[in-house]
């Protein structure tokens, strides 16, 4: 079984741990086997130390980085915000000035950052590592005829230069969408598929801004998919899409009911059989009538069955 | 004992403002063998020159130095004026204080007067050595090679022949035309861009002085200006053209399609066809890529018989044929054949291209509805897919709104960092020509900034402008696909600074121009160098465009760089000129700045002659043995054979072994070595 | 405005020192504006028009903006930018600029102190929500893990963001 340093950012572990739960169900029987990185910190996120200091930002990172050198292993994040702080960080340290004196640092706590470890992000991982077919192998359930919009979210887009793995158009992604399709659900096109949802710095420093964004991501998504739920592969997305729909409609802004959001090892994990309880807990939204969808008999593939 | 004058130059401030030029003749004077050393503001002036010449005249100098700029552009002038007063002109020799020192060492004064200091010494050493040299001769071959059929090759060959030179114009595509075949109108006027072509394109063909030979490629050129022998490959078009009379039989019955390269591919045509209606000659091809031996006629097979009638079985192009034109049975060989001509000079005028729409992954290539500005130009002209009507590829609808951006591919680092410099104006004027014809479409063009340089051309803008034609000023960002092929723009209003989405029918990217790729190939055959953004590069930005480094070959049109029409027809009969001059004086001069091998030395090892870049070695014999010999004419004087000799039979004139020694000598002893 | 070559010397050299070292690349075509969510919502100093204050020399004029802290570090302006400026770092590096003057919204020093005192960011206790969904109650995160939390106090003490006085 491949190995992989299982870097779990904020969020998932402490907001929504039926995600990490739903990554650690549905790796191993992949073939991917998750390997803690005991102490691992915040990415740190953009709103943090990126935001006052470049070195120190590259220092957190790199402890980070260095808790799977340690054990010879590459990283897999969940959060793509993580994903994209810890290779940019990666891409700085290329930079052999940046380097010392960020070592400089790091030598304080004993740690030395060598860039010996790859960032991936765990679709990268279900995707190239894992591969459709052995996803196909793993369902239980056969999600024909269920309608998913997806999400990529911005940071494993852009900036494609610092990124191991990189959509071959990052303006046409197409990663997520084949992960959903391994499912035998189908992935309609919709006109805002790159556009921002508006997390992150823009939420906490402007509320409505952010809202404003979100709304015509949905409305798209809405209009031009009439998608059963939506699947990101972002952490933060999700708890926008999850948080900011029931706003929306609550207002009165949008004249349909909130769409299901899911992460997309939530999805995959209630494909194969997991248990909701455990690795689709955690919503605003009610999810249980589309888990049921989901999970219904007559979606059991046979020769798993 | 030479008698060296060095003429220390101010260069107005060019030298004088970092340099001690004092400093520097007091100095010079101090050197072994000066006698006169002087200063002056302007050497290159009438003045300055006259100092030099009066010194030679008065018998005090015989050897020259001037410490000035570079020999590049100023050797030339001071050697014509030491001849005239009397003096063997490669008793010259040139210290660039400027370039190697006043100008790079700016910010240290003293440095670079220290440095001027040596590179005088280096000349003066090196001038205490120089020994007259004579110029030699040799008779020119009075014809020349245009290569590149677009509307620059073509102004090249009608000017060459008029002034009663033998013209080779060789093109590579069926017709001659270029890119200029392919447009609808042109900026500034308006006027049909076949209307004012054609009858250029006929006059060409027909011209008792040209021989034009499309579908044909230069294989190898050797030799040398005035005298180069070249290789032409007629690629096998697999239709007789003694007999095809231009019918488009053959291209009506043939089945096989491909994309029409002339239509930009936005149609398609057969794989036997020919090239446009208005195509100079109008010849049938086969394109073998595409042709798929109907009837199992594949060139050279004999045809099978039908069974009953036993009639033998052909192709439909073979049948179509009323001229008989087509024998597939004919072993003809895929390779064509080579047509070998001898030239005096050669014009290199094979344009460009436009960049494909799928570089640009944020501009949604995949839609149909994104095109680039040379598809709408086919799909404006009356010959072109649509017949001329505005018509959006994935539909045959009319767009209600049309999109223009600018910039695609050019200052753009990822790609290409120069201006492509006429995208600006043909945007402006497939704009105007739309919203004359469709006053109800909404046009929305976006610049980085509108570039409109050009005589008449600000006003086609401003024009443009009053016609209703909206502007912004902003690069677009993307392009996102929306339901019925329609694209959302996101743009950007630098004004407002506010960005801009809406939803639109048509893009059209105004895409880099960049070389063909084939340019490089063709460059290794002829010699041609690049220039930072890839063009072929000319002999000087300003005072040598039209020239290259190899004397003989010229430049013209866009793949020197990109340029308008006026600009390529003026370039291109500059280019013609130029080319002209070795021609109509009947005999080119050979420096004698050449390698010689001195017989005696030479082993017969024969090192040298794989070395030569120029091909210009060979081995003779020589009383009896083998040696190596030296084609004066195709020598260039580079030295690789001279250093590379094991026996030091190689001399290079005018860079003599004791003349190098002496300048390495003055180098390296701060400029103090006074012996040899 | 006054054109003042000291201002905008200064403005330049302070957005380089903090990491935007771009910023002299930016030509002010427009693309990256294009693109942002951030001007699209109607932050009105992001990508250019940010560069384009920040070349008039008006770096203290515009240090109370907020727009910098709508920022989604999306980089897709990065992306489309045709001259390598990286917008993105510009926008940053004036962040870090205001940062260190203190120019900062409070809501901000919230996720600065969880950083410092747990390694989150974000930070809310999980035993509960980790309970319910079947993991052990304590991540293996350094939210309970007092090694690596002094260890990212010793990596924040040791730079500027130790001196700002937040901790
Ligand atoms: C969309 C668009 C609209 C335009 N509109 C206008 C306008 O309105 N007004 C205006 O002034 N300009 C316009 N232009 C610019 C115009 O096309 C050029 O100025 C002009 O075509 C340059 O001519 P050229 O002979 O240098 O190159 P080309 O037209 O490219 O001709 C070069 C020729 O050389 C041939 N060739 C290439 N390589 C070889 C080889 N190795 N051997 C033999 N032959 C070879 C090619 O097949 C071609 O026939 C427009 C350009 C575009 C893209
Ligand atoms: S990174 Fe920031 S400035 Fe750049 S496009 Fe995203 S939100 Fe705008
Ligand atoms: S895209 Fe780049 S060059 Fe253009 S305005 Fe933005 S930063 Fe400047």
């Known amino acids: 079984m491949e190995k992989i340093g299982l870097y779990l950012g904020c969020n998932i572990p402490l907001k929504a741990p039926d995600i990490e739960q739903s990554i650690r169900q549905i790796l191993p029987p992949l073939g991917v086997e998750p390997v803690d990185l005991e102490g691992a910190a915040c990415c740190p996120a953009w709103g943090t130390a990126p935001s006052f200091d470049l070195d120190t930002w590259c220092a957190v990172s790199s402890r980070n980085i260095t808790l799977a050198e340690e054990q010879g292993l590459d990283i897999m994040t969940g959060c793509n915000s993580c994903f994209g702080v810890l290779s940019e960080a990666k891409h700085f340290m290329e930079d052999g000035e940046r380097r010392r004196t960020v070592n400089q640092k790091l030598a304080k706590i004993n740690r030395s950052f060598e860039g010996t470890s790859d960032i991936y992000h765990i679709a990268h991982v279900l995707h190239k590592k894992v591969g459709m077919e052995k996803i196909r192998e793993g369902l239980k359930f056969d999600l024909g005829g269920l309608k998913i919009a997806v999400q990529t979210g911005c940071h494993s887009l852009w900036p494609s230069d610092v990124y191991a793995v990189k959509e071959e158009n990052p303006y046409q992604p197409t990663i997520l969408k084949d992960l959903c399709e391994a499912t035998g659900a189908e992935v309609p096109h919709y006109s805002r598929l790159g556009a921002c949802c508006g997390m992150g710095g823009m939420r906490s420093t402007d509320m409505e801004k952010s809202l404003k964004l979100f709304k015509e991501k949905l409305v798209s998504i809405k209009e031009e998919t009439d998608a059963d739920m939506i699947v990101t592969t972002c952490s933060s997305c999700f708890l926008q899409f999850d948080m900011s729909q029931p706003i929306l409609r609550e207002r009165g802004e949008i004249d349909f009911e909130p769409l299901p959001t899911f992460y997309y090892t939530q999805l995959l994990a209630l494909a194969m059989g997991c248990d909701p309880s455990q690795v689709a807990a955690l919503s605003q939204i009610d999810r249980s009538a589309i888990i049921a969808r989901i999970q219904d008999e007559q979606r059991l593939i046979k020769e798993v069955a | 004992m030479a008698k060296v004058g060095v003429y220390v130059c101010h260069c107005g401030s060019n030298i004088a403002g970092v340099i001690d030029v004092s400093a520097v003749r007091d100095y010079a004077e101090t050197l072994p063998d000066v006698v006169i050393a002087r200063k002056d503001l302007f050497m290159c002036s009438d003045s300055g020159q006259e100092m030099v010449k009066q010194d030679v005249r008065d018998g005090l100098v015989d050897r020259v130095v001037v410490a000035a700029c570079t020999p590049r552009t100023h050797e030339p002038i001071f050697r014509a004026a030491i001849e005239k007063a009397g003096l063997n002109k490669y008793l010259f020799e040139m210290a660039n204080i400027r370039d190697q020192a006043s100008w790079v060492h700016g910010h240290d004064h003293e440095g670079a007067t220290e440095k001027a200091k040596l590179v005088v010494a280096s000349a003066v050493g090196k001038a205490r050595h120089l020994e007259p040299l004579e110029d030699k001769f040799v008779d020119v071959t009075d014809a020349a090679l245009v290569i590149g059929g677009g509307i620059g090759g073509i102004s090249a060959a009608l000017e060459l022949a008029n002034m009663g030179h033998k013209t080779f114009l060789v093109e590579k595509t069926p017709s001659i035309g270029g890119v200029m075949a392919q447009l609808d109108k042109t900026f500034p006027t308006n006027d049909c861009s076949a209307c004012i072509l054609t009858p250029m394109m006929v006059d060409a063909y027909n011209h008792p002085n040209i021989e034009t030979l499309t579908y044909s490629e230069v294989d190898d050129v050797s030799g040398y200006i005035g005298n180069f022998s070249v290789k032409i490959r007629r690629k096998q078009a697999y239709v007789d053209w003694d007999k095809c009379t231009g019918c488009g039989d053959c291209a009506a019955k043939c089945p096989a399609k491909t994309p029409d390269e002339f239509n930009a591919g936005l149609s398609d045509r057969r794989a036997a066809f020919i090239m446009f209606p208005q195509a100079v000659p109008k010849k049938a091809v086969i394109d073998m890529d595409a042709c798929i031996n109907c009837g199992g006629r594949e060139i050279g097979s004999e045809p099978k018989l039908n069974k009953k009638t036993g009639a033998p079985i052909l192709a439909p192009c073979e049948k179509a044929c009323p001229a008989d034109a087509i024998n597939r049975s004919l072993p003809l060989d895929p390779g064509g054949r080579i047509k070998e001509v001898e030239v005096g000079s050669i014009v290199v005028a094979t344009g460009y291209q436009v960049m494909d729409k799928g570089w640009f992954k944020e501009m949604a290539p995949d839609s149909p509805n994104v095109i680039t500005a040379l598809q709408l130009e086919r799909i404006i002209s009356a010959t072109g897919p649509t017949e001329g009507k505005l018509l959006r590829p994935s539909d045959n609808q009319k767009p209600k709104t049309i999109t223009f951006v600018s910039c695609m591919g050019s200052r753009d680092a990822n790609f290409h960092t120069y201006c492509s410099r006429f995208c600006c104006m043909y945007m402006i004027k497939q704009a105007r020509l739309l919203k004359e014809k469709y006053p109800e479409l909404v046009i929305n063009m976006h610049f980085i900034d509108v570039r409109t340089a050009g005589k008449d051309y600000d006003e086609y803008y401003t024009g443009a402008r009053r016609m209703g034609i909206n502007f912004f000023k902003g690069k677009v960002g993307g392009l996102e696909m929306l339901p019925e092929d329609k694209l959302r723009v996101l743009a950007y209003d630098m004004e407002s600074a506010e960005s801009i989405e809406y939803a639109s029918d048509l893009v059209v990217l105004a895409t880099a121009v960049e070389l063909p790729e084939d340019a490089q190939g063709l460059a290794q055959k002829l010699g041609l160098q690049f220039c930072g953004s890839n063009f072929f590069r000319e002999l000087h930005p300003k005072l040598g465009p039209v020239e290259t480094s190899t004397e003989g070959l010229f430049l013209a049109g866009c793949c020197q760089g990109p340029k308008d029409i006026p600009d390529t027809v003026s370039q291109a009969k500059g280019a013609a000129a130029a080319a002209a001059v070795p021609l109509a004086q009947g005999r080119v001069k050979i420096e004698p700045i050449i390698s010689e091998i001195i017989p005696e030395n030479c082993s017969g090892c024969g090192i040298c002659v794989p070395l030569c870049p120029y091909d210009a070695i060979a081995m003779s014999e020589w009383a009896g043995t083998a040696r190596a010999a030296i084609e004066m004419s195709a020598c260039k004087g580079c030295g690789v054979c001279t250093s590379a000799c094991p026996s030091g039979a190689i001399v290079l004139h005018g860079y003599e072994e004791d003349q190098i020694f002496a300048q390495i000598a003055a180098l390296t002893s701060g400029g103090r070595n006074h012996a040899g | ?167």
């Open chain 3, 1 to 167: 405005m006054l054109v003042e070559q000291k201002k905008i010397d200064e403005a330049v050299a302070t957005i380089i020192g903090f990491g935007g070292t771009g910023i002299l690349n930016c030509v002010q075509c427009g693309a990256c504006s294009a693109v942002c969510p951030g001007v699209k919502a109607g932050f009105p100093l992001l990508c250019r028009n940010l560069i384009r204050s920040l070349l008039n020399g008006q770096l203290e004029e515009i240090i109370e903006d907020s727009s910098s802290w709508g920022c989604q570090a999306c980089n897709r302006c990065t992306e489309v930018c045709p001259q390598g400026v990286r917008p993105q770092e510009v926008v940053f590096a004036f962040r870090r600029y205001q940062a260190n003057e203190l120019a900062f919204s409070t809501s901000a020093v919230t996720s600065q102190m969880n950083l410092y005192e747990t390694g989150h960011a974000v930070f809310t206790d999980p035993k509960e929500l980790r309970r319910q969904v079947g993991l052990p109650e304590v991540p293996p995160t350094s939210a309970f893990n007092k090694q690596a939390q002094e260890e990212i106090q010793a990596l924040i003490d040791n730079g500027p963001m130790g001196e700002l006085g937040l901790f």
